[in-house]
Nanobody, 119 residues
Framework: QVQLVESGGGLVQAGGSLRLSCVAS????????MGWHRQAPGKQREWVAT???????NYSDSVKGRFTISRDNAKNTVYLQINNLKPEDTAVYYC?????????????WGQGTQVTVSS
């Protein structure tokens, strides 16, 4: 049974930083494409970042330069470092296996962690 558990969200002021964690069980994160998406109130879930099995990272244009996705193979954990937070980053952040939404393939999702940025 695949399980992804996110943590690390919270309420921060604009310009602040957070590190989100996603602990995986039932899969080996290092042998899967892993990613992060987010969903703001009233909006569709949008792709944020992906890390491939080879460790190649990709980011949406809206977060490039501020967000960093990484993976700790020993801890079977994927991270999302978020710097210079903006109010428009407010959303529930979800960890997932597989590629971004809108592309073919099976995905597993975590329950999400709330990030709220105050101006």
């Amino acid at each position: 049974q695949v399980q992804l558990v996110e943590s690390g969200g919270g309420l921060v002021q604009a310009g602040g930083s957070l590190r989100l964690s996603c602990v995986a069980s039932g899969i080996i994160a290092a042998k899967n494409i892993m990613g992060w998406h987010r969903q703001a109130p009233g909006k569709q879930r949008e792709w944020v970042a992906t890390i491939t099995i080879a460790g190649i990272t990709n980011y949406s244009d809206s977060v490039k330069g501020r967000f960093t996705i990484s993976r700790d193979n020993a801890k079977n954990t994927v991270y999302l470092q978020i710097n210079n937070l903006k109010p428009e980053d407010t959303a529930v952040y979800y960890c997932n296996t597989g590629t971004r939404v809108g592309t073919p393939g099976l995905r597993y999702w975590g329950q999400g962690t709330q990030v709220t940025v105050s101006s």
